[in-house]
């Protein structure tokens, strides 16, 4: 499918972001007073919007699926896909880490003692032969289709844009600054990386655009000095929630959102 370009114009660009905590920022100050969805003002769609001088309309929220693009949330948070009109030029989308579950899959992997003291996260989610997070991506791939399809169904001018997750931890891992083992860390990044793949896939096959936010934080993950990361570990150093970006990620998130759109 051909990418729409952004379109020039003299009226202000009506840029709409969907997706869930990756994109809202919770903790992150300041916070949306409907405290439910846990966005920030700061997350990267607000950020893209500054840098591009565009009207936002943020529907982030955390904890968001794939079925809360069509769904009430919570049981009372709008769908999200009614935040979309005709005339809607940008969107942004980032979602798909709660559909496969990788967050609490992460907390199962914590050992605070190193090998071999404790169990594998890894051996139990590959016991089998079956790697159950790399299948669960997969098994994304037709709900990421529909959901971009029906963006553009519904935003039929937009430009759409479909970010990936950021790179979390590095090779090898930095136990136990972070405490999951090195390889229990390898395959946790390996698995982000295998729903990025797909996320990417679909984007692409379905007329939208992808952000590699992967490559933005590389160097910047929860390994590195506080000061430098763009993601927070399991015990937080800046304000913003456990292994989600903080300002700093979202500033850098927001700026190649923004490149991309212009693109």
Known sequence: MVVPALPAQ????????????AAAGP?????????ACLRSDHDYPHVAAAALGAELTDVTCSGATTGDFAGHQFGFEPPQYDALKPSTDLVSVTIGANDIGIAGQVIACVNLLPEPVGLS???RLTAGGHDRLAEA??????????AFDE??????????????YGTYIRTGGCWPTQPIWGRDGDYLQASLGELNDVIATQARAHGASYVDFAATSVGHDTCAAPDER???GLLPTAPAAPLHPNARGMAAFGAALAAGAVR
Do not use: F, W
């Not at 003299?10 to 905590?21: C, K, P, Q, R």
């Open 10 to 21: 003299a009226d202000t660009l009506e840029y709409v972001a969907m997706g869930d905590s």
């Open 27 to 35: 903790l992150i100050p300041g916070q949306d007073p409907n405290l």
């Open 121 to 123: 996260c890894e051996d």
């Open 137 to 146: 991506a997969q098994a994304l791939a037709p709900k990421l289709g529909a």
């Open 151 to 164: 963006i553009h169904r519904r935003a039929p001018h937009a430009k759409v844009l479909v970010t990936g």
């Open 230 to 232: 763009y993601l927070e």
